[in-house]
């Protein structure tokens, strides 16, 4: 954690809610990657994200060492995330509220279910197969490939050198290849020019 972030953190403590806002800007891409790994799910991920962040607010002033931020962080988004999968199991024991009208009469305008099935199997898959990588290629792949985050945003929230984040990316890249199963590995899958 840079000097600058430290900063931040002990300005937040303080009550200082730009110097939070800053902290979450510099935070969010580490912390929804984080989430959308462990739930596959991007609507799921994004409301985890808030939880946290809104947890990490009200908790800030009581963090003892500012240096250890990202990692104070991550933990709050694995315990809220370990809440969630309690309130959802709790929710799946209860019975739908009765409706008017079978399921089968509602109207859909977006992709079939089979179409949506499908998309889902084959998005669980390829995150099965990202999940069985080491650490060290999951975060800055899945910060690549699926927040979007370009090679300065990555370095600076996993602190890595340049070099050091290509490297992994090339690597990790190479390995999820070997492991998709073929009719999941799609031509070209982080080669140059495509």
């Not at 694995?78 to 999968?85: K, P, S």
């Not at 490297?167 to 590995?185: N, W």
Request: proline fraction near 7%; charged fraction near 30%; hydrophobic fraction near 35%.
């Amino acid at each position: 954690m840079s000097d600058t972030d430290t900063a931040l953190v002990n300005r937040a403590r303080s009550g200082d809610r730009p110097s939070f806002e800053e902290l979450v800007r510099r935070t969010s891409r580490l912390v929804y990657a984080r989430l959308y790994l462990d739930t596959g799910c991007a609507d799921r991920a994004e409301d985890l994200l808030q939880e946290t962040f809104l947890l990490a607010f009200r908790a800030i002033p009581k963090l003892t060492d500012p240096a250890g931020f990202r990692t104070w962080l991550l933990s709050i988004a694995h315990n809220v995330l370990i809440d969630d999968a309690r309130r959802s199991s709790r929710l799946k024991r209860l019975k739908p509220p009765p409706s008017d009208r079978p399921i089968s009469e509602l109207p859909s305008a977006g992709p079939s279910p089979d179409e949506v099935a499908e998309h889902s199997e084959m998005r669980q898959r390829v995150l099965a197969v990202l999940r069985s990588l080491p650490e060290e290629y999951r975060l800055p792949l899945t910060l690549r490939y699926i927040t979007g985050a370009d090679a300065e945003v990555i370095s600076q929230q996993l602190g890595l050198t340049n070099g050091s984040l290509r490297g992994l990316l090339h690597r990790g890249l190479k390995m999820l290849r070997e492991r998709l199963p073929a009719d999941l590995a799609p031509s070209g899958i982080g080669e140059r020019g495509t």
